[in-house]
């Protein structure tokens, strides 16, 4: 019972010790999105590897 009562006890502190006093919080602006234009279509390096994956699965379904 104790045990329970200590855990509970440093519970509430640590809660209470990182809520902070009666600052305001500090706004930030987050830096705008950097938008980037795609250039280049699909390439057959992105396909290599579903492809390998389905081989294997026939291959092993055989």
């Known amino acids: 019972m104790k045990k329970i ?3 509970i006890t440093l519970a509430a ?3 209470t010790a990182s ?3 009666l600052q305001e919080p500090e706004v930030t602006m ?3 999105p ?3 234009e795609a ?3 699909p390439s ?3 396909l290599i590897v579903p492809l390998l ?3 294997l699965l026939a291959a092993a379904a055989r």
């Open 5 to 7: 009562t200590l855990a």
């Open 13 to 15: 502190f640590a809660t």
């Open 19 to 21: 809520a902070g006093g």
């Open 30 to 32: 987050a830096p705008a």
């Open 34 to 36: 950097m938008i980037e």
């Open 39 to 41: 250039t280049a279509g």
């Open 44 to 46: 057959a390096g992105n």
């Open 53 to 55: 994956a389905v081989l």
